[in-house]
């Protein structure tokens, strides 16, 4: 199994490649599908628009959100054709990785002029214990 680092790298290559191929302004599942697709060629697993379920106060809410992509069942990656990455968009995927207890996502924005500018690595440090600072967020 690959370290977290080398797939997301993997993912981080491909995702240039098709930015700097297929240009800005697409939506947001032509991305997901390629991106997907290159993966799956790569070899890695990929599952797309994984339902996830939640709990919460005894309640179970069926396919509460889905994940753009899981890669090899632990790499979470948000995809995004927007102007710019808001704050929400890092906060949205934070909690993805802290329902699913995954340790590190990608948020990848296709919709800006390069993509340097628009990738953010987040780690999922949540810790149900309690510490004041339960999530952060790495840009890489």
Request: proline share 4%; no cysteine.
């Amino acid at each position: 199994m690959k370290d977290i680092d080398a797939v997301s790298g993997d993912v981080l290559d491909v995702a240039l490649r098709l930015h700097r191929d297929l240009g800005p302004g697409l939506l947001e599942s032509v991305y997901e599908a390629v991106l997907a697709g290159r993966l799956l060629a790569m070899g890695y697993s990929v599952a797309r628009q994984r339902a996830i379920d939640i709990e919460f106060e005894g309640l179970r809410f069926e396919a509460a959100f889905r994940l753009d992509l899981l890669v090899d069942d632990r790499l979470v990656v948000e995809i995004k054709s927007v102007e710019r990455l808001l704050p929400v968009h890092a906060k949205q995927l934070l909690t993805y990785l802290r329902l699913t207890k995954q340790p590190v996502g990608l948020l990848i924005n296709f919709g800006g002029d390069t993509l340097k500018e628009g990738v953010r690595r987040l780690v999922n440090n949540y810790r149900p214990s309690a510490s004041s600072a339960p999530l952060r967020e790495q840009i890489s």
